[in-house]
């Protein structure tokens, strides 16, 4: 409907809106080369436009370039351009600090801190907490969530923080995605601790986590929610010696990535990008 209004019409920032929006979808339905051509389209619908204009139409095309070079980093990310998708990441921020749109920085933050985990673990850390200063800046509690909970995989995974900073921080994300409803995001911090609770050996903490995690991904139906979930409870009933649900929830994990074309290993490196 949206694209139908559009047709013919002089508003390239408007159509590049829908296109990189159109690439968010494809993304998280599994489609990345569909999402990084969507994204190519909404910057090429921009590239005219100058985004050091401080008029209205600058800022705006600025915006949607900024979310565009995310939602094309995040898709070259899961096709295994991986240094590729950091540099798209990090032109995003750039442009995105110099207008002032921190909430567009916010979702760059938030993706660079998991593309930092393959090159620079150390860095992933610090980008966290720099995009928590920003999300708490400007209030947004939805990116505090996604970012705590990308911190908590860093201190957990990289360090020996996970106790004292690491697992408080998975079960802030969880507090505050149930309190704003945030049922798109919610897995991600369950998941999270989940897994804290599973290398630590508390298999009983964790089968719960996941079940919920579980239940709400299947509401969106998003790959990258569903496959760590599945994955989880399998080892999670291998250790266990539930053998037979293991094998359920392996075949389950196997199927969504043959569905949607995913390579398991890049979903375990890069679990969870926006």
Same mark, same amino acid.
């Given at each position: 409907e949206a694209a139908a209004l559009l047709d013919g019409a002089d508003?390239?920032?408007?159509?590049?809106?829908?296109?990189?929006?159109?690439g968010r979808q494809?993304?998280?339905?599994?489609?990345?080369?569909?999402?990084?051509?969507?994204?190519?389209?909404?910057?090429?619908?921009?590239?005219?436009?100058?985004?050091?204009?401080?008029?209205e139409a600058g800022c705006g095309a600025t915006l949607v370039t900024a979310e565009a070079l995310n939602t @094309? =980093?995040?898709?070259?990310? #899961?096709?295994?351009?991986? +240094? &590729?998708?950091?540099r798209q990441v990090e032109h995003s921020i750039e442009l995105a600090e110099a207008a002032g749109l921190l909430g567009a920085a916010c979702r760059g933050?938030?993706?660079?801190?998991?593309?930092?985990?393959?090159?620079?673990?150390?860095?992933?850390?610090e980008v966290c907490r720099r995009g928590l200063e920003v999300a708490r800046h400007i209030g947004d509690l939805g990116f505090q969530a996604r970012l705590l909970a990308n911190l908590a995989v860093?201190?957990?995974?990289?360090?020996?923080?996970?106790?004292?900073?690491?697992?408080?921080?998975?079960? @802030? =994300?969880?507090?505050?995605? #149930?309190?704003?409803?945030? +049922? &798109?995001?919610?897995?991600?911090?369950?998941?999270v601790l989940g897994q804290i609770h599973q290398c630590n050996g508390r298999p009983e903490l964790a089968v719960g986590l996941f079940n919920e995690a579980l239940d709400v991904a299947r509401?969106?139906?998003?790959?990258?929610?569903?496959?760590p979930c599945y994955d989880g409870l399998a080892t999670l009933n291998l250790d266990l010696d539930n053998l037979d649900e293991a094998e359920r929830?392996?075949?389950?994990?196997?199927?969504?990535?043959?569905?949607?074309?995913?390579d398991p290993e890049a979903l375990v490196v890069l679990p969870f990008l926006d």
């Open positions: 508003a390239p920032i408007e159509q590049a809106h829908l296109w990189q929006e159109r494809a993304f998280r339905s599994g489609d990345h080369a569909l999402a990084a051509k969507w994204a190519d389209a909404a910057l090429d619908c921009v590239g005219t436009l100058t985004t050091e204009d401080v008029s @094309k =980093a995040v898709a070259l990310a #899961r096709l295994g351009r991986n +240094r &590729e998708a950091v933050y938030t993706n660079l801190g998991v593309l930092y985990t393959t090159i620079d673990p150390a860095q992933a850390m860093a201190c957990c995974t990289f360090t020996d923080r996970c106790p004292t900073e690491g697992v408080p921080a998975a079960e @802030k =994300a969880i507090e505050i995605d #149930r309190a704003l409803d945030q +049922r &798109e995001h919610l897995p991600v911090p369950l998941i509401e969106t139906g998003e790959p990258q929610l569903l496959f929830y392996f075949s389950l994990a196997q199927d969504i990535c043959a569905q949607h074309g995913l």
